[in-house]
């Protein structure tokens, strides 16, 4: 085995890891597509509140959908060959099937833990699962990643690699790793496109589960407004801070995805000259500017713990109007015909 | 790295990398911009870890004044908690309960002490004891 592999791959830094190591990938195989359009095709705007799990000593809410289905589901809407290895039995198999890929000569993604991710900045290094890095060269005993997140590409080593490839806990990797075989047709945009937004459009209003979608929101505005009398004023802060965290910090490109998400809609609209989509963009741009809002305005009660600024029922109520916001926008989205 | 430094949190050990954001403006644009964290979002995440930094001194004092065993003190500075706990290591989540009391970790055999201490990155010795 030779150990210098270096495969011509273009790092472009993403908002979102997962969507960015799509795109990245796409425009390896020659099909030029930008992140957005990977988001949007591959439906990763989500939202689920479910104040019964704990992450990180918080109630868990996600502003995006499990891990691998962007990836996943804008191969299938756009019906290109690709493989996707669920899960390895034994830690040494899944590197040496990535070696054996990379000198094929295929940029090969991974999902991996942030815990123990060595070149990661500190305040993020958090027991969470859901990361995705691209691996496109070999130098020794290191490999090149690609982590949109980052400026640059990275070097990690074989062990630290395998580590972050096997980190355990909820959602585990276990070596999980994806590639695109080839693309060797005229690729349908246009449909791909129509499948994205009405699976999207779904999961946002139609999932008869009252903690998803647009009536997560709902019940998280609820809650909001009973924190501060039921845990106290210093807890209701940090539950506060949680979804601040969530939607802000961490490869989300702002306010939770809906920044991507309203790019993607003004991409196809100009792409397929459709003035519905623009509406809509131009709809989903304002509920993310009102959700950035929020955040700042949140962020006044988590600086002052124990005195919060803002009224819990005042946030509370803004969560209400930002739901109305995203439910009009999915609404109309369900009723174009592109 | 001092050039690039985030001018705004120059000495701080946060927000010094820089992500790249959309924003919305007010002509219809999406637009992308790589940058620094701004003050609110560094806020929240310095609100998590004052918090981790809590509970591990509550723990610390916890297990000095013994009331709890080491791995409780451990577990909260490897920010899990039992249930993360028990999935790291593949003991069941009960027995991690159980081996948070100073009795029955007293009794604890070699074989589990190598499983919690692997976890935790540390040797068994220094497992028996918090600093």
């Not at chain 1, 397929?272 to 962020?299: C, P, V």
């Not at chain 2, 009331?67 to 249930?83: G, R």
Request: aromatic share 12%; glycine share 8%.
């Amino acid at each position: 085995m030779s150990d210098n592999i270096m495969i011509a791959y273009t790092h472009r830094q993403a908002g979102h890891c997962e969507s960015g190591a799509t795109s990245n990938l796409f425009n390896f195989h020659g099909i030029a597509m930008s992140e957005p359009m990977a988001f949007g095709i591959g439906n990763g705007i989500y939202f689920s509140y479910l104040p019964f799990l704990k992450l990180q000593f918080a109630p868990m809410m996600s502003f995006r959908n499990l891990p691998n289905t962007v990836f996943h589901r804008s191969m299938k809407y756009l019906g290109v060959d690709a493989t996707v290895i669920k899960k390895f039995k034994d830690p040494k198999e899944s590197m040496d099937a990535l070696d054996r890929n990379l000198e094929k000569g295929i940029p090969t993604g991974c999902q991996v833990g942030v815990f123990n991710l060595t070149f990661f900045p500190p305040e993020y290094r958090m027991h969470y699962n859901m990361h995705n890095l691209v691996v496109f060269g070999k130098e020794g005993n290191d490999y090149w990643v690609s982590d949109t997140v980052m400026e640059l590409p990275q070097k990690i080593s074989y062990e630290d690699l395998q580590r972050v490839r096997w980190a355990k806990g909820a959602f585990a990797p276990k070596g999980k790793m994806y590639w695109i075989n080839k693309v060797d047709k005229e690729l349908d945009i246009k449909s791909a496109v129509e499948k994205g937004i009405k699976k999207t459009v779904y999961e946002m209003i139609k999932v008869p589960f009252w903690l998803v979608g647009v009536k997560g929101i709902h019940v998280l505005a609820r809650d909001i407004k009973k924190w501060p009398k039921k845990h106290g004023n210093s807890t209701a802060s940090f539950y506060l801070g949680q979804i601040l965290r969530m939607a802000e910090d961490f490869g989300t490109g702002g306010a939770g995805f809906r920044y991507i998400q309203g790019a993607f809609l003004k991409e196809a609209g100009e792409k397929f000259n459709n003035a519905e989509l623009l509406a809509a963009s131009d709809m989903m741009g304002k509920a993310a500017n009102r959700w950035r809002d929020f955040s700042y305005i949140g962020a006044r009660n988590c600086k002052n713990r124990s005195k919060p600024e803002e009224d819990y029922g005042t946030l509370g109520d803004m969560l209400h109007e930002i739901a109305d916001m995203e439910k009009a926008v999915y609404v109309k989205l369900d009723k174009i015909k592109i | 790295m001092e050039e690039n430094a985030n001018p705004v949190y120059k000495n701080d050990a946060f927000g010094q990398f820089r992500e790249l954001f959309y924003t919305y403006g007010q002509d219809g644009q999406f637009q992308k911009n790589v940058g620094f964290h701004g003050e609110a979002d560094r806020t929240t995440l310095q609100q998590a870890w004052d918090l981790f930094a809590e509970r591990i001194e509550e723990a610390r004092q916890k297990v000095l004044a013994g009331k709890a065993s080491p791995i409780a003190y451990y577990m909260e500075k490897a920010l899990v908690n039992t249930l993360d706990l028990s999935m790291h290591t593949g003991i069941s989540f009960w027995r991690v309960k159980r081996h948070l009391k100073p009795k029955v970790f007293n009794r604890l055999n070699e074989k589990d002490l190598a499983k919690y201490a692997e976890v935790f990155k540390i040797t068994t010795e220094q497992l028996k004891h918090v600093e």
